[in-house]
Every structure is written in C-alpha cells, then in structure tokens.
C-alpha cells in the first residue's frame, strides 16, 4: 500500500515538472522571437533615388543585418503621418517593399524607419534626385552644415545637396567696419572650394565675403552680383578670381577687394564698375587691368570718383623673365580727375608717385586707354608706355609744362 502511494508521489511529480517544462517552453516561442527582439544592427544601408516609375513597384534596400520580420516606415518630409508597410522580400543583404501607389510624393521625400518589434531605427531620406547638386568640399559641407544643424539630411553620403532643405540655410548677420553685413564667413577654415554655394537660395543675397587664412584656389564672383566686399588674404593657395567680361553678368555692387598673400597671377576687375578699394600685394602678379569703367560713356575711373573713399594698391612680380602688364585708364593718370572737379571741386593735380608709376619705373608694360567721343560715336585710344621705350618714356605720363 505505501508502495503505490510513492509510486503515485513520483508520478505526479514527474507530470507537474512536464507541465512547467511545456509551459516554459510556449514562453519562448511566443514572447521571446529572436526577429522581433534582437537589437537592430545594420550596415552599409543604401537607400535608392526615388523615380516616379517607383510607385505601385518594389523598391529593394541594400543592406546588411535584416530579419525575417521586420517592417518599414515612409514618413513624409518636413513632417507627417508615417505609412508602415510589410516587405514583400527580406533576406539578410537586402530588404524588399512595394512602394504605395497612391501615396503623394514631393521633393521634400520621406524619412524610412526600420521597425522591428518595439524597435525602431531611422535609416535615412528616400527622395528624388529633382533638385539635387554637388557640394564637393568637405570643409565647406561642414561649415554649411552648422547653419542647419538641426537637418541632418542637408546632404547625402555623396556630398550632395537638394534644393528644399538648401532653402533652410541663412547665412548669418555680422558686424563689420561700423556696418551689418549678411556673410559668408570662412576665415581660417580648410575650404579649398565654394562650388555648389549658388544653389543655396539665401547666398544671392551675401554681401561680404570674408575668406582670410582659408584655403581656396578659385573664385567665382560673377555667381554672387550681390556682395560689396571681398576679402581673401594670406590664403596662400588663392590663384583665380573671376569677375566676367564687360558687359556680362557685371559684380554690380561690389566695392572693396582685398586679395593680399594669394598667388594670383592675372586680376582683371574691369567688369567691378563700382569698386573703389583694391589692394594686391604679395602676389606673383604679371597682369592687371583695373579699366573699371571702359564700358560706360565718360571713361573716367570709379576708383577717383568716390569722394574721400579710393584706394589702390598692387605690386607685380619682381620675376622680369615674364612680361608684366598693367592696363589702365587715361584719368587714372591724375591724382584727382576732371570728374572731381566738376562733382567735388577738387583742385586737378598730376600724380608723380602712384602704383602705375611705381610699375613703369619696374619695367611693367603700361597700357593708357582714353576715351572720348565725337558726333555722338565712342572712340578708343591706346597708349602703350614702357620704361625702355623709343617714343613713350616716363615723362610722356605728364603734359609738357607740369614735368616733374
């Protein structure tokens, strides 16, 4: 009798432990998926570009670390409420979803989330490429990128831009010489290029340029009509700057350019009909044309025409192996023109000791432009001055009885 009694003991034992055993194991397979709760880790996610052909079709993820269960969420740009769809294919390099047909699309895009259970992870912007341009340089996408740093999808892993989110960009408000200027400011930043800045809508209206000790090897001005100061010194890596050609999309507005410490070799700001402040030196300079106002009827240079206000400084290279020419202006000859006599009533003097001069006296070849008119048609004259020249030395700069 106490035999059968432990016998039923032991047998009842052995079916409760089943049970629980049973019971655990229900636990696992329903609470505890490894799809659903493993911690999402992908890498080398590429999202594609958006085509219109995309609608109503599917549209693959590359990728690596996908499960068998996870799911994605298209949330339009700037905000919205997200649509989650089920992929039609998903293997561990690739996720596969069937893009909604009647889903609204816009060049603004849409944020894609993995979700995989109560997890979630944004794995970047699928958009378009309507609107989309280069930004190439890395220190200048950072610099950009500061202005906005709330918008992490200003650029792609390419470098490049979209014209919406460049919309968020505003270039900031500074204070400089006593005046509040919108400003592109790059001082002693590594940016060796601005390309792609034009694409940002707030640039056309930067009005100064404040490029000192960065690391910029060309610049573009007739994309920027807008800015009324340039500085660009001590780069030592600056070689071009281009303002166009008379006439053609002119730097309307600006004022003061100073490129000191480049290795600029050729400067023309004729087409900078405004300018009233240049400074050139420590350049390797082999050829200047300053003749700033050759395309308007009175030919007389701006540089002398603003009261108070003008200065010009440039040096050419001491290298005499090259040929060295500057290009100038009749009135640029006198230290006050005609023009400020009528508009100021200046005394009219000759100058004995500006830049030109010093340039001649250095051997450059100088070219004299006049301009006059006769029966309502423009004339030009040239005058070339060398300093070792039969018919055009020195003193042939001063009329006769004003030799110094």
């Not at 490894?34 to 995309?54: A, C, K, N």
């Not at 001082?187 to 940002?200: M, Q, R, W, Y």
């Not at 290298?319 to 006599?341: F, G, H, I, M, P």
């Amino acid at each position: 009798m106490r035999m059968k009694k432990y016998l039923l003991l032991l047998a009842s034992i052995a079916t409760m432990g089943f049970a629980a055993t049973s019971c655990s194991d229900e636990k696992n397979d329903g609470g505890e998926d490894p799809d659903l709760t493993t911690p999402i880790e992908l890498s080398g996610v590429v999202i594609p570009t958006f085509q219109e052909s995309m609608k109503g079709a599917n549209v693959t993820i590359q990728g690596k670390g996908f499960l068998g269960k996870d799911k994605i969420a298209l949330t339009p740009r700037p905000s919205g409420t997200a649509v989650e769809i089920a992929p039609a294919e998903i293997t561990a390099s690739k996720l596969v979803f069937k893009f909604p047909s009647d889903l609204a699309t816009s060049e603004e895009g849409w944020t894609l989330t993995l979700k995989r259970g109560t997890q979630t992870q944004e794995l970047g912007c699928f958009r378009s490429a309507v609107g989309r341009f280069m930004v190439p340089d890395a220190a200048f996408r950072e610099y950009l990128q500061s202005l906005v740093p709330d918008n992490k999808y200003l650029f792609d892993e390419k470098g490049n831009a979209y014209k919406p989110d460049a919309a968020e960009v505003v270039f900031p408000d500074e204070v400089k010489y006593e005046s509040t200027y919108k400003t592109l400011n790059l001082i002693d930043k590594a940016v060796t290029s601005v390309e792609g800045l034009e694409g940002f809508p707030d640039a056309a209206n930067i009005k100064f340029f404040s490029l000192d000790n960065s690391k910029l090897q060309s610049l573009d001005m007739t994309l920027f009509p807008n800015c009324e100061r340039l500085e660009a010194r001590n780069t030592g890596t600056l070689e071009t700057v281009n303002f166009g050609a008379v006439g053609v999309a002119p730097a309307n507005e600006l004022r003061y350019l100073h490129l000191n410490g480049n290795k600029i070799k050729r400067l023309d700001v004729s087409n900078v009909v405004k300018l009233c402040e240049l400074t050139i030196m420590d350049n390797p300079l082999e050829y200047l044309d300053i003749r700033n106002m050759m395309a308007n009827a009175d030919g007389y240079m701006y540089l002398w025409k603003k009261p108070g206000r003008a200065a010009v400084n440039f040096e050419f290279t001491e290298d005499t192996s090259v040929e060295r020419t500057l290009k100038v202006e009749y009135y640029w000859w006198r230290c006050v023109s005609q023009a400020n006599v009528d508009t100021v009533g200046a005394e009219l003097t000759w100058v004995t000791d500006n830049p030109a001069i010093d340039a001649l006296t250095a051997g450059v070849i100088v070219e004299c432009w006049t301009y006059w008119g006769e029966n309502g048609q423009p004339q030009t004259l040239m005058h070339t001055h060398n300093k070792n020249g039969e018919n055009h030395e020195i003193c042939d700069l001063y009329p006769g009885s004003l030799h110094p």
